[in-house]
């Protein structure tokens, strides 16, 4: 039987991979400054608040949103002096979306 402890080298050992370790920092490069910001996805621009209902369906009822929509913040427009942040988030099988009013 090995025992591990009898090793020498046990002691040696790091539990952090090896290579420098610092705070550098990050410097900006003029051609960065030119860029435009990265495009949405359109999946993201299909909230779940702005769409029609069905005459049928109960209007309080939202459409069951995509995976990708889940656990994001999603700001609308400013309507009449108020502002609406809206976030689903899924328990199981059911879906719970927040709504937040802040007039401003």
């Given at each position: 039987m090995v025992d591990s402890t009898d090793d020498p080298n046990i002691f040696n050992?790091?539990?952090?991979?090896p290579g420098p370790y610092g705070q550098e920092q990050y410097v900006i490069r003029?051609?960065?400054h030119l860029k435009a910001?990265?495009?949405l996805p359109p999946h993201l621009l299909q909230v779940i608040l702005n769409k029609d209902t069905n005459v049928s369906c109960d209007p309080a009822l939202l459409?069951?949103?995509?995976h990708v929509m889940l656990n994001h913040l999603y700001a609308l427009?400013?309507?009449?002096?108020?502002?609406?942040l809206s976030a689903t988030?899924?328990?199981k099988k059911k879906y719970v979306t927040s709504l937040l009013y802040k007039p401003i």
């Open positions: 050992l790091s539990s952090s991979p003029p051609e960065e910001p990265p495009i459409p069951e949103p995509n427009s400013i309507k009449d002096g108020v502002m609406v988030h899924r328990y």
